[in-house]
């Protein structure tokens, strides 16, 4: 079965990107992406490349070479469902703000809706693929959905977790550690819908990276991988509490460790918490999913992820408080980035907007300067946490373009993203413009101490003991 027309529901950081490598990879398949939300596809649709909805390096030029030949975006979904062999659900999953597991549980709406509409469009069958991230044991109910309202045609249901990270979407799609695809192994008609998507993946993924397996243990694969990944930064995060107190310094600690083979390198930067529309949401479902089961003990032992990744983004705003003499009423703080991660504009969990909460209610005033994140956007993540009106956030936190001007004037800095950019600045002509002592509190420890302190600054990084 060679799949000519693919349909990608939700434009979103998943949806697009990941649509765009596939409509790059293969120029035989038509991939059509649609949203219900006219603006961003207007964003995806626009001439001016600055203005597409996502900011991921190497995405525009993808977009540049095939859009308009066989990657379009659309807001008709009926129509680009309808004409689709394939069938891509790449919605929201959010953590539930309401009812029965409010908090925790994945908000499965959307999928629904999504499974509800392609059984009432398909006149023809159509192979049906959870890209979204999802609870074990979505896939049946998606099923149920499709047999019980479709049309009398045949789906057949495949999870394909997607394992990109933003800010490096594009190279971890065209160059994936794994590809993972669970379907129905136990039938014909399964096996040909795996092969279908195994041979999509083919155009560039080496075979030996194509994973194959029963769809249950694709959709927990996700998930798990999320929990290690996340466990990884909060058992650095705890480490970095001791160093602090012991005088270690945990960049040492870090190296020291990762080069035991088999412990490894990666995902051992201690930092100011974890962010990301991904982490948090996911360890909570699984916490959810376990309870849901009566294991108790495991629910616990993953919701510490969590309840570590809380305390560390509290303690690096208590630190500024105690340090400033303990209150920074009517001090401004200077807060460079916004963003979860360095090189994308997504703030979705960002350990920022905690920060900036914690210290607004200590009435501070924040001076934002991000180089990819809007002023708007930065206003929405504070009035989504509700603490006060839009008036009063931004009576007292302004966004600023210029980095030398939102640090002027400033009792500290905090450094909240790991930009590249912010190691390049002239610290020299900072330090003369801000009040003294001048502190900086550095949440990614991506700057020199040394170099820091020389020039004058009493300077905080993150695990770093004196
Ligand atoms: P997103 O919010 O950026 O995009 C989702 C899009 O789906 C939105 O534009 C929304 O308007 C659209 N949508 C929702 N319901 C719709 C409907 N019924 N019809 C048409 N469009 C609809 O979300 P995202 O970050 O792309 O994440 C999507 C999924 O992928 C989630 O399950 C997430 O957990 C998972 N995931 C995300 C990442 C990541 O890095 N962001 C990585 C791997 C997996
Ligand atoms: C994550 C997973 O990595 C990816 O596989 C999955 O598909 C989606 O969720 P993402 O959230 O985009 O990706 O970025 P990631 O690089 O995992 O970073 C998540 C958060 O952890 C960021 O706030 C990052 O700054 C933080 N982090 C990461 C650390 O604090 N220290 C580290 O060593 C690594």
Redesign the pocket.
């Known amino acids: 079965m060679q799949i000519k027309s693919i349909c990608c529901i939700g434009a979103g950081y998943v949806g697009g990107p990941t649509m765009a490598v596939i409509a790059k990879q293969c120029p035989e398949i038509q991939v059509t992406v649609v949203d219900t939300n006219h603006a961003r596809i207007n964003d995806w649709n626009d001439d001016d490349l600055n203005n597409l909805p996502i900011f991921e390096p190497g995405l525009a030029e993808i977009v540049t070479e095939v859009r308009g030949k066989n990657l379009h975006f659309s807001t008709e979904v009926d129509k680009a469902i309808d004409e689709a062999e394939m069938v891509f659900i790449s919605v929201n999953t959010p953590t539930k703000t309401y009812g029965k597991g409010k908090g925790m549980a994945a908000d499965l709406k959307y999928i629904e809706l999504c499974a509800r509409q392609i059984g009432r469009v398909a006149k023809s069958d159509k192979i049906v693929i959870e890209k979204s991230t999802l609870p074990v044991r979505t896939a049946s109910a998606i099923k149920s959905i499709l047999d019980n309202t479709g049309n009398g045609v045949q789906f057949q249901i495949l999870s394909n977790p997607?394992?990109?990270?933003?800010?490096t979407a594009i190279q971890d799609l065209l160059h994936p550690d794994r590809v993972l695809i669970g379907g129905n192994t136990s039938t014909k008609e399964g096996e040909q819908a795996m092969q279908a998507l195994v041979e999509i993946y083919e155009n560039w993924v080496p075979k030996e990276k194509i994973l194959t397996t029963n769809v249950w243990s694709s959709e927990l694969s996700k998930l798990t991988?999320?929990a290690f990944?996340a466990q990884r930064?909060s058992s650095?995060n705890a480490m970095s509490e001791i160093c602090e107190k012991t005088g270690a310094d945990v960049q040492e600690v870090s190296k020291a460790i990762g080069m035991d083979s088999r412990i490894g390198p990666k995902?051992?930067?201690a930092?100011v918490g974890?962010?990301?529309?991904?982490?948090q949401k996911d360890i909570l479902n699984l916490v959810y999913i376990a309870k849901s089961y009566g294991l108790n003990e495991v629910a616990d032992y993953w919701e510490q992820v969590i309840i570590m990744n809380d305390h560390q983004k509290d303690r690096f705003s208590d630190n500024i408080v105690s340090t400033l003499y303990n209150t920074v009423s009517g001090k401004k703080i200077g807060f460079l980035g916004w963003a979860?991660?360095k090189n994308t504009n997504d703030t979705r969990e960002s350990?920022a907007i905690k920060v900036a909460d914690n210290l607004l209610n200590e009435q501070a005033y924040i001076a934002v300067y991000d180089p990819k994140v809007k002023a708007e956007q930065i206003y929405k993540d504070l009035e989504y946490i509700g603490s006060r009106s839009l008036e009063e956030n931004k009576k007292y936190l302004e966004v600023f373009d210029n980095p030398y001007e939102a640090m002027k004037d400033t009792h500290g800095i905090a450094i909240l993203t790991?930009w590249d950019e912010f190691k390049e600045y002239d610290w020299e002509k900072v330090y003369q413009q801000m009040k003294k002592p001048a502190f900086l509190f550095d949440g990614r420890g991506i700057l020199n101490k040394k170099e820091i302190e020389n020039i004058g600054f009493v300077y905080y990084n993150i695990g770093l003991g004196n």
């Open positions: 997607e394992f990109l990270a933003e800010g991988a999320n990944l930064v650095i995902f051992l930067n930092s974890f962010g990301g529309s991904c982490f979860f991660k350990a790991e």
